[in-house]
């Protein structure tokens, strides 16, 4: 789930018709002095990461001058927010606030609809709003065909306790950022707080927006202001996991790989179905094995992008081993995942003498898969006959071997 950066999703609500402050992104401690002095006042430092809870990170600070802030942006950069380094900062308006409001469009899955989020009581975490009070917040499902008028959008926030001017100002600000969610198919947008300033404007102090990566193709003036930290993970993406990004937008897009690199890792597991690879990865841990990876992919002509991504964990220099399989494979045949294995083994040149690699696949194609690995010294096939645990058991005691200097089939081969 892409993450825009808050300077430009805030101008994508500006250019919708919601108000935000005046600010500028800066790069460095000076370019954070001269945007202050282009504002003409005081104005908030903020961290540009993907990730919330910034204010508790001290990372969003105050300044009243372009010397203060230019002292801000030198604390800001290069720091690390929830393990995203801050390499730029957003330098904006401080507001005058008289009230604070919560706004959110998502998604729900049980309306199966856009569902919108208000309370009267915004400027706090959501979790914290919902274990306090959760009542002040309220609910309004969408008919995504029917839309949001500016008619609705009063009746809902009157109900909400939104009176005088500001209802008026902010039932635009909520039309025009329903309009932005559906325009830019999004998977969130949140405004949080919406601020009704003391001269009644209503203006958009800070926001999230979430994108849907199955839309960027019909989206590229979209995709073209995300970040390279914007993947929406918990951290930014390590070199390994940025290839193998690559390579599933590379390859024909009909399906989909999803990959994740573990710290300090030694045994690469490529499992199929997230049931399996949970427990496979409790069973890792039982052990005492420290996986590598987490590589799954979506059902569809799949060996070319399996073969390249496998290509790139043989060459992860701290992988020591690897475990490939499915409880049940029913989409794609056994057969393509093997082959692209064992095509990728023969272009690096790994030694399955020094690195054990078991795949273990049950479904369509398994015979002439077991043929595939015969055909692929040192490659271990196991079928359905092999638990899984059993199959994590093998893979772990053959690393321990390894790193022993032992010949691994010394501690379990192939059957």
């Given amino acids: 789930m892409p993450r825009m950066f808050e300077d430009r999703a805030k101008a994508l609500l500006r250019d919708a018709g919601v108000r935000i402050p005046k600010g500028y992104s800066a790069s460095t401690p000076a370019e954070a002095a001269e945007a202050t002095r282009a504002i003409g006042g005081p104005v908030m430092v903020k961290a540009l990461v993907p990730t919330g809870k910034r204010g508790k990170a001290g990372v969003i600070l105050a300044a009243d001058s372009s010397d203060t802030a230019e002292e801000a942006a030198k604390e800001l950069l290069g720091r690390a927010v929830h393990h995203f380094p801050v390499k730029r900062l957003l330098v904006e308006q401080k507001i005058s606030i008289a009230q604070e409001w919560y706004l959110s469009i998502a998604f729900d899955s049980a309306s199966r609809g856009p569902l919108v989020m208000f309370s009267t009581e915004g400027g706090v975490e959501i979790e914290a709003l919902l274990e306090d009070n959760p009542d002040a917040l309220k609910r309004l499902e969408v008919d995504i065909l029917e839309g949001l008028n500016e008619e609705r959008c009063i009746s809902f926030l009157r109900a909400c306790g939104v009176h005088g001017e500001g209802l008026y100002r902010a039932a635009m600000a909520l039309e025009a950022c329903y309009a932005l969610f559906r325009r830019t198919e999004a998977r969130l947008l949140e ?193 359905d006959e092999v638990t899984l645990e059993e199959a994590a058991e093998r893979i772990f005691t053959q690393v321990e071997a390894v790193k022993r200097g032992e010949p691994w089939t010394s501690a379990g081969g192939a059957p």
């Fill in 191 to 383: 405004v949080n707080p919406l601020v009704l300033t003391d001269t009644d404007e209503v203006i958009a102090a800070a926001c999230v927006l979430d994108l849907d990566a199955d839309a960027l193709f019909r989206h590229p003036e979209l995709e073209k202001l995300l970040d390279e930290d914007s993947g929406g993970g918990w951290r930014p993406p390590t070199p390994a996991e940025a290839r193998v990004a690559e390579i599933d937008a590379r390859i024909p897009p009909y399906n989909t790989a999803r990959f994740t690199e573990i710290e300090d890792g030694e045994i690469a597991l490529m499992w199929s179905g997230g049931g399996g690879g949970l427990y496979l990865l409790d069973t890792m841990a039982r052990l005492g094995g420290r996986p590598a990876t987490a590589f799954d992919i979506t059902p569809g002509p799949l060996e070319e992008k399996y073969f390249e991504i496998t290509k790139e964990i043989l060459r992860m220099p701290n992988v020591k081993g690897a475990l490939a399989g499915s409880n049940i494979t029913s989409f794609s045949r056994v057969q393509l995942k093997v082959r692209a294995i064992a095509r990728a083994v023969e272009e690096t040149g790994v030694d399955l003498a020094e690195f054990p690699f078991i795949v273990r696949f049950a479904g369509a194609g398994g015979e002439e898969a077991r043929e595939i690995a015969a055909g692929c010294p040192g490659l271990q096939y196991l079928g």
